[in-house]
C-alpha cells in the first residue's frame, strides 16, 4: 500500500521557469491537501481540495494553481518560479469521516535559483 | 497572535526521563486536535489524536485543557528513537483546514 506518493523528490528551477508537482494517493481518500514548509514557518496551507472538481485557496496560494483531475490525483503548479518559493512541499490526503488525520506524502524539495 | 504556538525548543533529556510539550492556540472554537513527529528531513507522521477526557498510547499520554486552551504531550521513558520534531495541529470548527504549529525539537541524549 503506497499511501501518498510525491514526485519528484529534489528540483531545481531557475526563476522563471515552470514545473508541475504531481500527488496521488491510493486510499480512496476525499480530500487532498499542498502544505509548503519553511524553516520557523512550520506548514502553510496553499491549495486544498475537499473532492474531485473542487479545489480552495489556503493560506498562501499566490504564484500558484492546483488541479484535481479525479479522486487520486492533485497537482501543484508553479507557472513562473521565484526563489521565494524555495521550499519542501508536501502533499497529505484525508478520508472525510470524522476528525480524521492527514496522511503526507515524503515531500518534494524545490530550490529557485 | 498566532493560532497555534508551540516552545521551539531544543528539549535536550536523557534517555528514560520523562519530558513534556505544550501547545496554545488562541482559537476557542477549534474542535480537533492531533500530535504529529516528524523526523529531519522527513514528512510528518501522526503521533496521537488528543480527546477532550486525555488519552495514553504507550508512553505517550496527551491531555486538552479547553478553559486554557493548550494541548500537551507527555512522554516517559524517553528513548533515543524519539528524538524528532513534535507538531502540534488544530482544526477549527466548521472548517478542514489543519493548523500547524512551528514545532518542538526534542533531543534525547544517550
Redesign the interface.
Known amino acids: 500500500n503506497a499511501g501518498v506518493t510525491q514526485t519528484p523528490k529534489f528540483q531545481v528551477l531557475k526563476t522563471g521557469q515552470s514545473m508541475t508537482l504531481q500527488c496521488a494517493q491510493d486510499m480512496n481518500h476525499n480530500s487532498m491537501y499542498w502544505y509548503r514548509q519553511d524553516p520557523g514557518m512550520g506548514l502553510r496551507l496553499i491549495y486544498y481540495s475537499a473532492s474531485e472538481g473542487t479545489t480552495d485557496k489556503g493560506e498562501v496560494p499566490n504564484g500558484y494553481n492546483v488541479s484535481r483531475l479525479n479522486k487520486r490525483e492533485f497537482s501543484l503548479r508553479l507557472e513562473s518560479a521565484a526563489p521565494s518559493q524555495t521550499s519542501v512541499y508536501f502533499c497529505a490526503s484525508r478520508i472525510e469521516r470524522g476528525n480524521s488525520p492527514l496522511h503526507f506524502g515524503n515531500g518534494t524539495r524545490l530550490t529557485v535559483t | 497572535r498566532k493560532e497555534?504556538e508551540q516552545d521551539?525548543g531544543p528539549f535536550n533529556v536523557p534517555e528514560g526521563a520523562t519530558v513534556a510539550f505544550n501547545c496554545t492556540y488562541s482559537n476557542s472554537a477549534s474542535?480537533?486536535f492531533?500530535w504529529y513527529r516528524q523526523d529531519c528531513r522527513?514528512?510528518?507522521?501522526?503521533l496521537m489524536?488528543v480527546y477532550s477526557s486525555g488519552n495514553e498510547d504507550g508512553r505517550f499520554t496527551a491531555q486538552l485543557n479547553r478553559a486554557s486552551q493548550y494541548i500537551s504531550l507527555l512522554i516517559r521513558d524517553s528513548k533515543l528513537s524519539d528524538s524528532a520534531t513534535y507538531?502540534c495541529?488544530l482544526?477549527p470548527s466548521g472548517t478542514?483546514?489543519?493548523i500547524?504549529?512551528?514545532?518542538t525539537r526534542l533531543k534525547v541524549l544517550a
Open positions: 497555534v521551539p474542535q480537533s492531533f522527513k514528512e510528518p507522521k501522526l489524536s507538531l495541529v482544526i478542514y483546514k489543519y500547524f504549529g512551528t514545532g
